[in-house]
Every structure is written in C-alpha cells, then in structure tokens.
C-alpha cells in the first residue's frame, strides 16, 4: 500500500518534520523522513476523530503525534476505527442533514423548556419537605421586610382579629390548614398586593385591606393566594425559574448566576410572574372555596375590578398585583361565569351579589325600598300607603269636626 505523507513532531519540542508513513504488515507502521525512523504497532496508535476537512492526527504511546491530511488513506488503514465518526462526518457533508439536526436540536430544547423543566421541578417539589419549604418563607419575609420596604401593619388590632377570623374560616376545611397565616404588613411603595410566601404565609399589605370597601373582595383574594399555597405555586415556580437558570449557565459557563435564584424569590412575588396555567389553578380554587362558604365568585371579579382601576389610576405600578397576572379582563370574566351560575344554584343569595340593584331585579327603586326598610312588616307598608297627604300649607277643614 502507498505511504501516507505527514507532519511528525515528537511531543518534546515543536519542529516539525516532513514525513512518509508507511506500513511494514498488517499490525505494524514506519514512520521516516530526515532524523525520524521508528516504527510502531497499530493497536497502540489512537486516531483523531474527524473535524470536516483538517488534517487528523494520528497520536503514539509516548506523546509523539502526525498530521495526515489524507482522510482516505487512514480510513482503509484503520477500517474499524470510530465508525460513529465516520457516520456523523458524511452527514455533517449533507445539507439536508445538517438542516434536519438543527430542527431536531430547536425542537429538543423547546420541548424540554416547556414540558421537560415543569414536569422534573413539580416531581421535585413534592419530595421537599414542608420544614424546608417553611425555612425558605422565612427568609424570603426576611428580605421582604429589610429591601423592600415591608414594616409593621398600621391596622389596628381589632380589625387584624376580625380579618383573621374571616380568613380561619377559609382555611377550616382545608388539608394542613395549622400551617396557614394571615401576616400583615405595611407597604406603601408596594402600594395593594397579597403575597403567598413559601411555606404557608400569606401576606397582605394595609394598602390592600384600605383599598377594598366590603370585606368579601379580601375573602376572594385570599382564597385566590390560598391556591397558590395549596398547590405550591410559589415553590413549584422557583423551581422551574432554577432549572433555567442552571441550564442556561451549562451554556454559558456563568454557574454563579444560579445563585441568584435564592434573592430572586421576593421578587417574583412582588411581581406574581406565575405561569398562566397557576393563575387559573388559583382563581378556580378561590372559585370553590368561595362558593363553599356562600360568598359568590363575583367578589373575585369586584376586587380584580378595584385593584385594575386603582393601578391604572396610578402612575408607578411597577410592584402591581396585577401587573404580571395573566389576561386580567378574561380572568373577571371566568370569575363572573362562576358567579352567575352560583346565582342559579343559590338564589336565596342573589341579593349578596356585588352588582345587585334591587331596583331593577325586584322592582324595588330608593324611595320604595326605604319605605320598606321603615315599616316592619307589609301591614305597615299598607297602611302607610293609605294615610292621607295634605298638600303643604292647606288650612284644615272645620267641617270635618
């Protein structure tokens, strides 16, 4: 067989030597040209894989190495070597290859970003114990509390104890409710929210508790953060945002930037960055939780109504409820569908209904309903009704004695 032509370096310095390889029988190469004559057993050689159309290198036992440009010569040399290489060089030489693997790569990484993370952060999720989980709220009501401009509630104690026994009676049914709070903070450069802290917690800023006029629109929220507890939103999110977060810095080599993920969690929630999909878990849960309780899902949207107009009446709503909760308008809309036909299976409850006008369901327009409100009963509406008015400024008629 011909002599392959190479260039030899000796692995001790970096002259090169122009060189034939040539071989002796079937398990034995020489290699020669000027100072270099040695020869060498095939099985003890290792060859480079291919890189397109550069030379290969052909390395020995003791650190010496030969660039060969002729690929097919060491193909018939060394048949049996890397036949994976080999394979992935012709299709690297096809276009439509070349275009098919690039398709197959996008459509890898989308699919492991969109079911591939959610699916492995959620397994995880639920192998972590509530201890760990409640440890991490306390860290993150700690950063709350010192960089975000959380202090002590200005609410009065009173309301503090009426607003949770409303939200214990929320909880009463629920699976693990002990480990259910209601927290009270003010936060005026976050202006209304309600956070649901890893581990349980829920907090509610005064802002929030002043903002809402009927006490039903704080129930609607809070069953609504109780979702996001009973599912484990907060966790299950923090987790997916890690798993980007390492992956992106295998790409990148940044590994620190994981960390971030940890001081980022206050921000998430100030943010409520929750996937679509949490949302609508929440809101359905808050649906059924406030129909157990004979409070209409209408009060969701009555207080979704009131948090839009207060942010879009506010020129910095950068830390706004709603600023990242998905579809604001369909989600009062869901809630109003589940309001209506909460109607239909309670209509003795119609008249809790926070749009409900009596004078135009019942007929029952101001100045009536007041008289009905004043008299105690229908005998007293009645008799009401037939007392004689006298215009104002008659004089009395002295036949009537």
Partial sequence: MNAL???????KSSQLHEVEIGRIDAATIRVCGGAIDRTDAIAELRLAPRLGRTARTLEFPDGA????????????????????QRLVDRLERHAHAVAASIVICLAAGIATFTWGVPWLSDRIAEQIPRDIEGALGKEVLGQLDQYFGFAASKIDEARQQELNQR?????QAMPDASRYSLLYRDAPQVGPNALAIPGGAVVVTDQLLDL??????????MAHELGHQQHRHALRQTLRSSFVLVIAALFTGDVSSASAIVVGVPTFLLKSHYSRGFEEEADQFAFETLATHEISPSWFAQAMRELDYYYDADDDGSMAYLSSHPSTEDRISAAEESGYAFVASHPELAREEPDYDPCIEEDICPD???????????ECALERSSIPIEPVGSEPDPDED
């Fill in 65 to 84: 190495r030969v660039l060969v440009a002729d690929q097919a010569g060491l193909d018939a040399w060394f048949p049996g070597e890397d036949r994976l």
């Fill in 212 to 221: 809402f006029a009927d006490d039903r629109e704080f129930d609607a929220v």
């Fill in 5 to 11: 032509k190479g260039q030899f370096f000796d692995g």
């Fill in 167 to 171: 939200f214990a009676r929320l909880t």
């Fill in 368 to 378: 009536e309903e007041e008289v009905l409100d004043w008299c105690e009963d229908l």
